[in-house]
């Protein structure tokens, strides 16, 4: 299985903040990776699809880059209620897999 | 707008078989991937796997002794169960219908509320 690896596990920031979360793909992945924000005990949202695709309806302080095995989201500057955890996760090929998550906290 | 609803046993014992169902509201079936995902209580999110409105199936590997997803088209709903769980089962397990672009592009939602199934003797 394809490994993701995400960094930062953690990360403290303020509103107003820009902030960048990446992940690497343990291969080739072309740019089959979405991301995903998820809050306390809700389900995860689709951000971005295709690594830059931004879903409908989702703000554009949000953006996605990368493609092979690098990827990035960006938040241009941070609102109340972008804290929340950020996965990424692989859809090139099965099993999909995530990355182990970003818990973005409040400084 | 589609949503989806889920449902299920919440409290099982070891070796019992874990039942979820999910239902599909103001959609449709055909072109997309009918998918399960889970997380154990505090970590991260696994996929798990999908079925598609043909009844075609992909599992991840580690369960794929243990685990059926089906399809119910004339019920609106589709279905995970998990065979002889463990407490290594106990996660909030969710549903999703997964699209695909027209240049086959994958993107996940909208997400059912999610289920805690705890496996305790």
């Known amino acids: 299985a394809i490994q993701m690896t995400q960094s930062p596990s953690s990360l403290s920031a303020s509103v107003g903040d820009r902030v960048t979360i990446t992940c690497r793909a343990s291969?080739?992945?072309?740019?089959?990776l979405g991301w995903y924000q998820q809050k306390p005990g809700k389900a995860p949202k689709l951000l971005i699809f295709?690594?830059?695709s931004l879903q409908s309806g989702v703000p554009s302080r949000f953006s996605g880059s990368g493609s092979g095995t690098d990827f990035t989201l960006t938040i241009s500057s941070l609102q109340p209620e972008d804290f929340a955890s950020y996965y990424c996760?692989?859809?090139?090929?099965?099993?999909?897999?995530f990355g182990q998550g970003t818990k973005l906290e409040i400084k | 707008q589609v949503q989806l609803q889920q449902w299920g046993a919440g409290l099982l014992k070891p070796s019992e078989t874990l039942s979820l169902t999910c239902n599909v509201r103001?959609?449709?079936?055909?072109?997309?991937?009918w998918t399960w995902v889970r997380q154990p209580p505090g970590k991260g999110l696994e996929w798990i796997g999908e079925?598609?409105?043909?009844?075609?199936?992909n599992y991840i590997p580690s369960l794929k002794s243990r685990i059926t997803i089906s399809l119910d088209m004339s019920k609106n709903h589709f279905s995970l169960k998990l065979r002889s769980v463990t407490a290594a089962d106990t996660a909030v397990y969710y549903c999703a219908r997964g699209g695909v672009t027209g240049y086959g592009k994958i993107w996940f939602d909208p997400w059912g509320q999610g289920t805690l199934v705890t496996v305790s003797s």
């Open positions: 079925i598609n409105h043909s009844g075609s199936t």
């Open positions: 103001g959609g449709f079936f055909s072109g997309y991937y």
């Open positions: 996760l692989q859809d090139y090929n099965y099993p999909y897999t």
């Open positions: 291969q080739d992945i072309r740019n089959d």
């Open positions: 295709a690594a830059s």
